[in-house]
């Protein structure tokens, strides 16, 4: 599930359904976890091994997993995070529970900042690599699976390139959100109400 928001399936378009005044058409009676409903089935008759989710924060996770409907635990939830946007307390709730955290933009954006933050280059300066790899490596450092994207051949096969980051590299990463501000780049203001609580 991409996003714990029910778009109409039925709609004028079939990944962005829009109503005739340009908002997004959304479901007003059904939820995720009607659809996660609808996605146990597909395990249940060995259409697939596992099921996931995406965008989820610890309050949504919550709500999914206390559902009476839940029989199966989501094997992974897919999200934007990168030093800007450590999530730390979602990370942790995911662990306690069990299901896996993939990193998806670890780079940030396009033109990303990250690229170009002082910290960032200082550490890949250490190791004599690329900033994109030092986002990566951290990643893989805090135990994540990540999810970089790329269309170059240079720069997928540098993503490739990780490192093992010394412990002190890792906190002063995990602490950049600290001093550069929280910073989500993906954000869902198409959505008719709020996917990511500001606490989260």
């Known amino acids: 599930m991409h996003w714990p928001v029910p778009l109409n399936p039925n709609g ?9 005044d340009g908002s997004r058409d959304v479901l007003q009676n059904w939820d995720f976890v009607k659809t996660y ?35 199966i635990k989501p094997v992974a939830n897919q999200v934007e995070m990168h030093p800007y946007l450590p999530q730390p307390r979602l990370l942790e709730f995911c662990r306690q529970n069990e299901i896996l955290i993939e990193s998806y933009s670890p780079l940030g954006s396009t033109n990303s ?38 269309v170059t051949p240079t720069r997928i096969e540098s993503n490739f390139k990780i490192v093992k980051l010394e412990d002190t ?12 501000g929280i910073s989500r780049l993906v954000s869902p203001d198409w959505a008719p109400f709020v996917v990511f609580d500001s606490n989260e």
Do not use: C
Request: glycine share 4%; hydrophobic share 45%.
């Open 12 to 20: 004028n378009h079939p990944l962005f359904p829009k109503l005739a």
């Open 37 to 71: 409903d609808s996605m146990q089935t597909l395990v249940e008759n060995k259409q697939a091994r596992a099921i996931g989710v995406s965008n989820f924060t610890v309050k949504n996770l919550k709500t999914l997993l206390e559902a009476p409907s839940t029989r």
């Open 113 to 150: 900042p990250l690229l170009t933050d002082d910290v960032v280059l200082k550490i890949a300066s250490k190791y004599g690599v690329t900033p994109a790899s030092i986002l990566i490596s951290w990643a893989v450092w805090r135990g994540t699976v990540v999810l970089p994207k790329s």
């Open 169 to 180: 590299d890792g906190v002063e990463l995990n602490q950049l959100h600290k001093v550069r």
